[in-house]
């Protein structure tokens, strides 16, 4: 897995192992802001003393990272949709957005609304099971695809209509 395709680089008179060298406009995760958290975004500038500037996903911008904060993330071409969920929950809340907002959904009176509302909220067992196997499958950290969600979604409602 990982770094296929970036060359390895090491700073001079250091021992540690060597590092992926990331270019401008490289996609990489960062642990910036001085948090343990990963954060999506993209190398901005790489400066001699091998530091990054890194210019995140939700605009902010944190110049001179040290290269062991930031890791490149392999782009998967075939994502259409660059929503990330950190958590089942959090995830459950897309899939929830994603189905309220459709054009049926907002064609419905209220009364049809908030029934429609606490059906989907029944699936959010169905669809962590789902989610969880998926996890189990393939390893905590898993990426789960608008391909997965295209699969999840009938086999959620499928399960729901029977009651299981």
């Given at each position: 897995g990982g770094n296929k395709g970036f060359m390895h680089w090491r700073v001079e008179?250091?021992?540690?192992?060597?590092?992926?060298?990331?270019?401008?406009?490289d996609r990489v995760k960062a642990k910036g802001r001085g948090g343990d958290d990963w954060i999506l975004g993209?190398?901005?500038?790489?400066?001699?003393?091998g530091t990054y500037d890194v210019l995140y996903d939700d605009g902010d911008e944190e110049t001179h990272l040290k290269a062991e904060l930031i890791e490149p993330v392999e782009e998967d071409l075939n994502e259409s949709d660059d929503t990330v969920?950190?958590?089942?929950?959090?995830?459950?809340e897309l899939f929830v957005e994603q189905l309220m907002g459709g054009d049926m959904y907002k064609r419905l009176p209220p009364e049809?609304?908030?029934?429609?509302?606490?059906?989907v909220n029944a699936l959010r067992p169905l669809v962590?099971?789902?989610l969880e196997a998926i996890i189990e499958e393939r390893g905590p950290g898993a990426t789960v695809t608008g391909e997965d969600m295209a699969e999840l979604i009938p086999r959620v409602m499928a399960r729901a209509q029977q009651g299981t």
């Open positions: 008179g250091q021992t540690d192992s060597p590092r992926p060298l990331m270019a401008a406009a993209v190398i901005s500038e790489l400066h001699p003393d969920a950190d958590s089942i929950d959090s995830f459950f049809k609304q908030r029934v429609a509302a606490d059906k962590r099971e789902e």
